[in-house]
């Protein structure tokens, strides 16, 4: 019996070829893995790469091994070319499916793997537990034509759940074994890979403080909560100071007043260098222009939307009431962008009554603007309800409405603003054991002026009765993001410490996770 070994390069860019905490770059680590895993030796002693076939896009170099290079690819693709490659090695029942950009590949626990795939004569062999990139897929040779075929019908993007996403389709066809990590890590959303500058950071300093294996991250990454603060992944702006709203449970009119009777915005020069100041602080990015206000309130709508997209690697979310879009703005936008921009239009309730009392005026055509959306891009818009004590009777009624007209639907949390507002939750969603924030560890908003509070979340009573926030940390535009990212920190390191500042202690949302 041989091990074959496929190393997917195909999404890969400049983070896997940069030298690790100064040794070998995440791609060289992994040719090396490949080389050990596939067992072969050639004269002199050297390892015998026959086994190893790189799928690479036309930007990977040479490594010495079989490889195949296309401009772009798909998972039926991958596995097309995987079929060819096992067929010419008759020998061959196992193939071990590599990320290029995972440096922790872990030898120990391969072999696990490898072993309870032949044991059981598995089809397709995982484990599950830990972080991205330490342990590979396993396939059974003989499952390749089934799977090929299966991709021809339901294919995948080359990302790095598509060989899952390919097997979920048809999953009682298949013999599937599991390995668990002896401590569940999935919660902790880690991400020691080499696809991103975060990412290259985490990966470095999880190197740095001694993990060589999985069995080390495990007891690193608990005792070591300050590895998921590295740059910002999620930016909030508010791009409008109107609303053409004022919802019962949103506390921004008691931030400003009547939004209906406000109308500064950001202007699109200004947010274009801020765009141009995030991407110098972090390579990708999601950037969402909702962090008050309405979008379509904006006058150059178009002009923010493509700031955003004029960076590869930043997508776009858009939350909005789906009430005063200019005819057609929209669904233009939302046809050429595809899935680089995600549509969330809240609209909290089905019944005619329940909206008016919860949003005011306007269902009707939030309602239609959602319908045309979904035409213009389908699987990129979602309908959202808060679940509060006011709408949950009908919140059933609501989700099924809107999925099966569009398949996407969220239910968000409600969120009192660290007990600003009335508490109107329905279910108590929070941990057991509290955790440092998520938002502090990854989030960053700036108001329509620039500055920078700790995070949206941490409202305060002001002295005249009004809410604003706990503190502001600098200007974006007078400061810079890093400056300020840097300044958030503390925050950060006092959840750490479980020394909570005031607004935080009051907060429930520092378990949930934004995109």
């Known amino acids: 019996m041989e091990t074959l070994a496929i190393i997917n390069a195909t999404r890969v860019n400049e983070f896997a070829t940069m030298p690790l905490a100064g040794g070998k770059s995440a791609l060289d680590r992994v040719v090396d893995f490949a080389r050990e895993v596939t067992g072969g030796t050639a004269a002199g002693g050297a390892r015998d790469a026959r086994n190893i076939l790189l799928l690479a896009s036309p930007t990977v170099p040479e490594l010495g091994l079989a490889m195949v290079r296309k401009p772009s690819w798909s998972m039926h693709d991958v596995l097309a070319e995987l079929a060819v490659f096992a067929a010419s090695r008759p020998e061959a029942d196992a193939v071990v499916y590599l990320q290029a950009d995972a440096p922790f590949v872990d030898a120990a626990l391969t072999a696990t793997l490898l072993e309870l795939h032949r044991r059981y004569r598995a089809e397709y062999t995982f484990a599950d537990g830990y972080p991205p990139g330490f342990a590979p897929e396993l396939l059974a040779v003989k499952s390749l034509p089934n799977l090929i075929e299966l991709a021809s019908r339901h294919d995948a993007p080359v990302e790095r759940e598509g060989l899952f996403a390919v097997i979920q389709k048809d999953i009682n066809s298949y013999d599937i074994e599991t390995h668990l990590s002896p401590v569940d890590l999935r919660s902790y959303r880690f991400s020691p890979v080499c ?207 809107w999925k099966k007209r ?57 002295g005249d ?28 390191e006092r959840h750490l410490a479980s020394d909570y500042p005031l607004a935080c202690g009051r907060c429930d949302e520092y378990h949930t996770f934004n995109a």
């Open 195 to 401: 696809d991103s500058k975060r990412n290259f950071m985490a990966a470095e300093r999880l190197w740095n403080l001694g993990a060589r294996s999985a069995e080390d991250t495990t007891k690193l990454l608990p005792a070591h909560p300050e590895l998921l603060r590295t740059l910002p992944a999620f930016l909030w702006v508010q791009i409008t100071e109107g609303c053409p709203q004022s919802c019962s449970y949103c506390p921004y009119p008691l931030m400003v007043g009547d939004p209906r009777k406000r109308s500064g915005f950001m202007s699109t020069e200004r947010f274009n260098r801020l765009m141009l100041d995030a991407e110098a602080l972090c390579d990708d990015l999601v950037v969402d222009v909702s962090l008050w206000g309405e979008p379509s309130a904006h006058p150059d709508f178009a002009g923010i939307v493509a700031a955003v997209l004029a960076r590869p690697r930043f997508t776009l979310i858009v939350e909005t009431s789906g009430v005063g879009w200019t005819p057609a703005l929209a669904e233009s936008l939302a046809t050429k962008a595809g899935s680089r921009i995600q549509w969330i239009v809240s609209l909290d309730d089905a019944d005619d009554e329940g909206y008016l009392a919860i949003r005011g005026e306007g269902k009707d055509e939030a309602t239609a603007f959602t319908e045309r959306l979904l035409r213009a891009s389908p699987g990129n818009v979602h309908a959202q309800a808060v679940r509060m004590k006011e709408n949950e009777p009908r919140l059933e009624a609501f989700y099924r409405g």
């Open 465 to 492: 009765g009004r809410l604003g926030y706990a503190e502001i940390h600098g200007n974006a535009f007078d400061d810079g993001l890093e400056s300020i990212w840097n300044r958030t920190g503390a925050w950060y």
């Open 406 to 462: 569009g398949d996407k639907v969220i239910v968000q949390k409600y969120d009192s603003f660290a007990g600003c507002l009335p508490d109107r939750t329905v279910a108590e969603l929070s941990p057991l054991d509290r955790l440092p924030c998520r938002h502090l560890a990854r989030d960053l908003a700036v108001l329509v002026d620039g500055s920078v509070p700790p995070c949206k979340h941490c409202l305060v009573k002001r």
